[in-house]
Structure formats: structure tokens, C-alpha cells
DNA sequence: CATAACCTTGTACGGCGTACAACGTAGGAT
DNA sequence: ATCCTACGTTGTACGCCGTACAAGGTTATG
């Protein structure tokens, strides 16, 4: 499998290097491949996205997967990519920014709670990726409205994508919460003799029985408040055009955030 | 090895079990298992954390490494708490909330561009370690001055702690960056011929040649960015007591009865 | 029809985490 | 002084993983 993982990525376009014809056709095409990819690790997690398994899936012997795609790293991103090309980029119509930027952020909390597993996938070349980029294009245009240059832009994205990645992870149940809430059962009173009087802020503030401490205690209320913070900090990078801090303190009080939703 | 993880965690508190006397002494500690782990994955990457080549570097047979940690999965967990547990904490003395949490935020991006694999250690166990609650302890009292409640509190240390996470993450060096310049060089070409003229803002705003489009185009300048919005956001969510956005009160009633530590 | 290009497959290699059992070693009980 | 028992150490082995490689089958092209 010669083909090149851009190759690959854009596999559907029209300029994009067609296999020649001679030999047999492969009883599968790389689309399929992903897809089932895809649909096992929506099903069992990214670990279990074996090129065995995905073989075994397509009824298809394992190395035959290789016809398809060049290794499992080649197949993650092919992966992560078909996911943001599957997602719908409507149009932001007459929306303003925020209410833009609330929906891509909601979009995205979305877009990982279906799939957790696209927390995990961190590669690169994944950027150059067809439906990344048009999710790219898309969500750059939710900030059309914000005075900020393209530099600032980008950051602003990046700065609004992080903290939904972030809350997406927070938010996601982990496979083995059965089995850490048993061993909490028999830690906590171990715990408690371990922590004595120390940290009197981190336990009145801290976890709630079985639950992790840097586990927001809520998240969705954790989602709710990052989400205000980042709309509202967003308007104060709007009145500073460069998106850099000003020397703050001095005008403080003078402009709040007004434009809600 | 029956030593819980729990106990492990905090094995050099005065209440820990300290193992039967009984039987040879082992010839390692588990804080040099620990230590070497750490050194290990600082010099060559998680992956490279390995239980064979992990007992290799204390000169002890692979399985031997068992008799100090229960498995893989645990080790990590106390290789991050070490991590945490060697942060100093300066107090904050008479410093404002604003030189608190930059400082906070910036010991936090120190961490982890010095250890980039604590990245990649994702265990909700972490939590019960006695660095991460010391550091958890020190950074709340960084939002002492200002008046958010508890829960408001913590979503607002994670809300920061987060934002350096991904800032983190962004800043971080691929260790196949040479690969994927080379692959660049490649694909560029093709690149361009795939988009054509399709996608404009994703084009100007995106990526300059051989970088990954979502790699925020300087990383500083995002660092710079975020942590401005971050700080000013905190600003206003002081002027709102219960940190809560003002206008959304639908489903905020669901907050969970805690049982505190 | 021969050839070259292509797909498919089985085998095999070197890695991983770790279960298990055999063995050695030292303190506590007698 | 001796036995017992708890514990540390170790080698082997199992079942996974990704994938290199080569042999064989299948098809369009010369």
C-alpha cells in the first residue's frame, strides 16, 4: 500500500490518485475500513480498535487491512478526520457571535460525547485532513464578527476548542467508574486517617464520597461556567484588537459584557 | 504485592502499613521504582516506561518490579503524584488573585513542559495522591480573595488548570516532527491542488507551510492569549458571586448531594 | 498468452503486561 | 537451635499487539 496517508485523506476528491486497475478489486474499500473502525471504537474504545479485530469485522484477514491503510497511526486519523467530515456545519445565518460560538463549542461537547475516543487521538496530520479542515473553515467564520486579527483568530478558536475538549474529557464516564468506586469503598476511611486535619480547603472543597477530587464536582455545571468565562472573555479580547492584554485595573469596571446570547 | 494503591500513595505517611518484617528486605524502594520510572519516561516518553526495561534500570528482574507496584496501570498513578508531590507551593503571601493564578498557571505549564508525558497519564485515581491533594490544596487558596463558592471555586481552578493542559499540550515538541516535515514536503503540493480555492478563511488563517493547521500558529502568542482571557474572565466572574452566568438558570438545580471528605 | 500489477493470506518476529510456581531468605515461635 | 511462615526474587509461559515478508491467486494490459 504505496498510497500516502494525504492521498488517503482525500481519497474522494477528484484530483486524488486513483488505484490502477489491473489485479483484483479489493473486496472492501478504505471508506469501509474506517467505518468499521469507527463503529468499534464507538463501541469498545480506541483500544479495541486492533487490526485484528478490524480484520475479524470486515471479514477480512488482518494484514489484508493493510491494503487499505498504512499502519495503525495512518488509520487513527483517517479515523478522527472522517468524524469531523460527518459532522453538519450549518450555516451561521444572522447569528450573532456569541450564540455562534455557543454552538460551535456545544457542537463539539456533543461531537466528543459521541465519540470519547477522539479524545485520545492526537496526531498532527489529522490537520490535513478534508473534514478538518472545512470544520476549520466553519468554525473560523463563528468569529467573523470579533475584531481580531488572524493570528488572534486562530488563537480565539483554539482557546474555545481547548476548553471543550477539556470538559468533554472531564464529562466522559470512565469504563472502570464500577471498579474505582469499589476501591474507594474501601479507601475512604484510609484516606480520611491519611489526611487527618491537613488540607482543610482541598476536603471542604474537594471531592464528594467515590468521586475523584479533580473530577469537577459537577460537570455540568464545570460546563456551564467555562462556557460564560470563555463568551465573556471573548468580548473583552473584542475590545483590544490585537487580542493582547491591556494593563487592566484601570478600566475595569468601565465595560462589562452586555450583548447576552 | 497486596499494598493497595491507596496505600502506596501515601507510603511514607507515619500511618501507612509498613510491610511485615518477615522475609528478605527488598533491594529497592518503592520510591526508587517510582523515581526511576519518572527518569525513564522524562528521557525517552511514556512508551518507553516499560515493566522489562523498568527492572532493567534498577538492576532487578522484570517480575521483581511487581513486588512494589500492582501493575502498569498504578504506577502511573504514583509516577504523577511524585511529580505533584515535588512542585514547591511558595506561599502566596500578600499577592493579589491576578499574580496568583498567573503564577499557579504558569508553575503548571513549567510541570508540564518539563515532564510532557504527565500529559498522557489519565487516571481519575491520581486524585487520592497526597501531591496532587497538596497542589490542589495550594491552588485553591490562590482564588481566596476571590468570592466564589465552593463549587464555583473548583470549576474555576479546573477551568485554569485546564487551560494550561491544552496550552501544554500545544507547546509540546513532537518527537516525529522531522518525519512529518519530510512528509510535509511531500504533501504540499498536493495539498493544494486538493483545496483549490475552496476554503478561503481556513487557507489565510490556517497553517504557514509544514505546520498543522490546528497547531495554533505561535504557540506563545497563544499562551499569551488564553491566559489573558482566562484571567479576565475570572475578573468577571467575580462580579457575579455565585460564579454562575447570570441568565441561564434552568438546569442548574441538579447539583448533587456531596458527602464531604 | 505472457507479463506486470494488484489483492489476499499465513507465518513469524519482537515487543508488551502479567499470572504462576519454584526457590531462597530471614524473623518469630517453639 | 530448629522449624515455620511470610516475604522477595526469578524464569517461564500465555495471550495479546503491530507489522515485515514472501508466496500465491487474480486481473487488465502488452
Not at 477480512?60 to 459532522?87: C, E, F, K, P, W
Not at 473560523?140 to 471543550?164: C, E, M, S
Not at 464520597?209 to 465573556?232: K, T, Y
Amino acid at each position: 500500500m504505496p498510497r500516502e496517508l494525504i492521498d488517503l485523506l482525500w481519497r474522494d476528491h477528484p484530483a486524488a490518485p486513483r488505484g490502477g486497475t489491473r489485479g483484483p478489486r479489493s473486496r472492501v474499500t478504505t471508506g469501509a475500513v474506517v467505518d468499521a473502525a469507527c463503529t468499534l471504537a464507538d463501541a469498545e474504545g480506541l483500544a479495541a480498535v486492533t487490526v485484528r479485530r478490524l480484520g475479524e469485522a470486515l471479514r477480512i484477514s488482518t494484514m489484508s487491512v493493510y491494503t487499505h491503510v498504512n499502519g495503525r497511526d495512518d488509520l487513527l486519523v483517517l479515523m478522527a478526520d472522517a468524524i469531523y467530515a460527518g459532522m453538519s456545519l450549518p450555516a451561521h445565518g444572522n447569528a450573532g457571535w456569541r450564540t455562534r460560538v455557543r454552538r460551535v463549542a456545544e457542537a463539539n461537547l456533543a461531537l466528543h460525547v459521541e465519540h470519547p475516543w477522539l479524545l485520545e487521538v492526537d496526531d498532527e496530520r489529522t490537520a490535513f485532513g478534508p473534514g478538518t479542515i472545512a470544520k476549520y473553515d466553519h468554525e473560523l467564520q463563528a468569529l467573523d464578527q470579533l475584531p481580531l486579527d488572524d493570528v488572534a483568530r486562530d488563537a480565539a478558536l483554539t482557546f474555545v476548542l481547548d476548553f471543550v475538549r477539556a470538559a468533554a474529557r472531564a464529562r466522559r464516564r470512565d469504563p472502570r467508574a464500577d471498579e474505582i468506586a469499589q476501591s474507594w469503598a474501601r479507601w475512604a476511611g484510609r484516606l480520611a486517617k491519611y489526611l487527618g486535619d491537613g488540607y482543610p480547603l482541598a476536603q471542604r472543597v474537594g471531592g464528594a464520597a467515590g468521586q475523584a477530587m479533580n473530577a469537577p464536582l459537577s460537570p455540568a455545571h464545570a460546563w456551564e461556567f467555562g462556557l460564560a468565562r470563555v463568551l465573556d472573555s471573548l468580548d473583552l479580547a473584542a475590545d483590544r484588537p490585537t487580542g493582547r492584554p491591556a494593563d487592566r485595573s484601570a478600566d475595569r469596571a468601565r465595560k462589562k459584557p452586555v450583548s447576552r446570547l
